[in-house]
Nanobody
Framework: QVQLVESGGGLVQAGDSLRLSCAAS?????MGWFRQTPGKERQFVVA????????AYADSVKGRFTISRDNGKNTVSLQMNSLKPEDTAVYYC???????????????WGQGTQVTVSS
């Protein structure tokens, strides 16, 4: 059974940085980060291919967020810089077969970690 555990969320001020991590069990998957706010659908943020050769970013985070992975440690990280209040959400780590922006194509999900950015 694949398990994903996120960590690193918290409360920061606008302009600050935060690093999220996702520890995964099982085999190597394509990994994605999504975020969700109350009453809204889960939104794609960024994804990375199995061995890190391909990444995809939402326009809203390009140039500010960076995804990376360490397959030796089975972890995926999301470095978030220049945070904005609109980045406030619960962030979810997801695992799937391919890099895609569609959340329904990811097979496994973490429990989520709250990121709050104050103005």
């Amino acid at each position: 059974q694949v398990q994903l555990v996120e960590s690193g969320g918290g409360l920061v001020q606008a302009g600050d940085s935060l690093r999220l991590s996702c520890a995964a069990s099982g085999r190597t998957f394509a990994m994605g980060w999504f975020r969700q706010t109350p009453g809204k659908e889960r939104q794609f943020v960024v994804a990375i291919s199995r061995f890190g050769g391909f990444t995809a970013y939402a326009d809203s985070v390009k140039g500010r967020f960076t995804i990376s992975r360490d397959n030796g440690k089975n972890t995926v990280s999301l470095q978030m810089n220049s945070l904005k209040p609109e980045d406030t959400a619960v962030y979810y780590c997801a695992a799937g077969e391919v890099v895609t922006t569609n959340p329904s194509e990811y097979n496994y999900w973490g429990q989520g970690t709250q990121v709050t950015v104050s103005s």
